[in-house]
């Protein structure tokens, strides 16, 4: 038996009510005052992320099982090839490295050379169309931090936007909302480079007509601003001459193969170590080999 | 009763939850600027079928997780979806009298409704897409609101819910 008159607040209340609370919400998030309770929703949500995200993953998993030995071999043996070059390379820049120090040391300025990295695994979760936020599989617990850049092995990603214990979204460097701070390889010359919502696409709204700029010219981050360390490729330099147009506009296309990569770079841009990562030992898939300290 | 209580909510609770997986699915991305707003549609068909246990204050909680899952305001789905609650649990006698086609354009304009309150709290933060295209979630949504009345009806009609 359903009981008669169970008082229960009217709708109309209830609406208010609800209105009013989120408007507090809100005002509240205008000041960024609910971090902790979102990070505690965040954690809650987190199953479902996986959730969606595991047949993505099991896919690749089986792909990766079935896949032929004459193309693991080759891949292999391509992979080695590249290492190698990767290796010459490297000798050079240690070398550098140490002559670039001395010099800056007898300048007496301060310039700081080397980050630490952590791979991180993109999640198969769409968040909204027209913003360009993916998710991370490392959260706080990791180390991670609101602000922290993200790189792949092309360039420059994004920069952590949120994190949570065990995930973080990152915003694009194509995001409308994102704006990063470049100069010109070639001459040095400051500007800031803007998302414009297409994946292939940055803008360069604050160009002089007269800036000594080319197509074809690499933009790599300035350090200024304090996000991004400095010296990371960010983008090449691409003339949009149209119709009756006097002077080329310039744009950019990334460097980062930002729809295709699994795998991005977090970079720790601060001087202190990053932390021990927990039960690092017992997951054996967690790649180790991403704490290269440089 | 207690019982039937409990599994009203836990089936509630649970199409929720397939609806945030829906939400969220890793579509490709000329599709996904088409995926409805899942959750909201699903709530208000519990809402059309059951006001008395599903109100205006569920549908809040329901909107912060919305908030969280898409990586919104926090506030931004809760207000929008306890205001088309509301009006589903006003109006749910007449919602239910109508038939399934016929109820396609009130879903509409209740879809409409949210995106366009969550279009205005999102431009306290910055200046958005005011595209065509971006509305076509909501007709989307409505498109696929017969499916869903009719999947949720038989959901609700096995389980017994009342």
């Known amino acids: 038996m359903k009981p008669l008159f169970t008082k229960r607040p009217s709708p109309n209340f209830g609406l208010s009510v609800c209105v009013f609370a989120s408007l507090v919400l809100l005002a509240c998030e205008q000041k960024a005052l609910l971090t902790p309770f979102r990070e505690l929703f965040a954690s809650a949500i987190y199953p479902l992320q996986q959730l969606v995200n595991s047949p993505v993953q099991a896919a690749r998993k089986f792909g990766e099982v079935f896949s032929s030995q004459a193309r693991l071999l080759d891949e292999n043996e391509s992979l080695r090839r590249e290492q190698m070059l990767l290796k010459v390379k490297l000798l050079k820049f240690s070398a550098l490295e140490q002559e670039n120090l001395r010099l800056r040391g007898l300048l007496d300025t301060s310039f700081k050379l080397g980050e630490q990295v952590m791979i991180a695994e993109l999640l198969a979760v769409n968040l909204v169309p027209y913003e360009q936020v993916v998710v991370v599989n490392k959260g706080s617990r990791f180390g991670a931090y609101p602000g922290q850049p993200v790189m792949d092995a092309n360039g420059v990603v994004g920069q952590v936007l949120r994190v949570t214990p065990y995930s973080a979204e990152v915003i694009l460097i194509t995001d409308p909302n994102h704006a990063i701070p470049v100069q010109v390889n070639r001459n040095g010359l400051r500007t800031i480079a803007q998302g414009t919502g297409q994946i292939d696409k940055l803008s360069l709204p604050y160009l002089s007509s007269n800036a000594d700029i080319q197509a074809g010219d690499l933009l790599v981050t300035s350090g200024m601003g304090g996000v991004f360390p400095q010296g990371y490729p960010v983008a090449t330099v691409v003339a949009d001459t149209g119709q009756g147009k006097v002077f080329a506009k310039f744009g950019a296309a990334p460097l980062a193969k930002l729809d295709r990569n699994r795998e991005l770079l977090l970079v720790w841009n601060k001087p202190d170590p990053i932390p021990r990562v927990p039960g690092q030992a017992s997951t054996p898939k967690g790649s180790p080999a991403d704490h290269a300290a440089k | ?162």
């Open chain 2, 1 to 162: 009763m207690l019982q039937s209580k409990v599994a009203t909510k836990l089936v509630v609770l649970a199409s929720l939850l397939v609806a945030m997986v829906l939400r969220i699915l890793p579509l490709p991305k000329e599709w996904f600027v088409y995926n409805p707003d899942w959750v909201l549609l699903f709530l208000i068909y519990w809402a059309i079928a059951i006001p008395e246990r599903v109100g205006v204050g569920h549908a809040w909680c329901v909107g912060v997780s919305s908030d969280v899952l898409t990586g919104r305001m926090l506030g931004q789905h809760a207000l929008a979806y306890s205001v088309v609650v509301f009006v589903c649990v006003k109006l749910h006698t007449r919602l239910r009298a109508y038939p399934l086609y016929q109820q396609v354009l009130p879903v509409f304009l209740l879809l409409l409704v949210n995106q366009l309150l969550i279009f205005w709290t999102q431009n306290i933060k910055g200046a958005h897409s005011t595209e065509l295209i971006h509305w076509s979630p909501s007709l989307a949504g409505a498109l696929v609101w017969p499916a869903i009345f009719t999947t949720l009806r038989r959901v609700r009609r096995y389980y017994n819910i009342a």
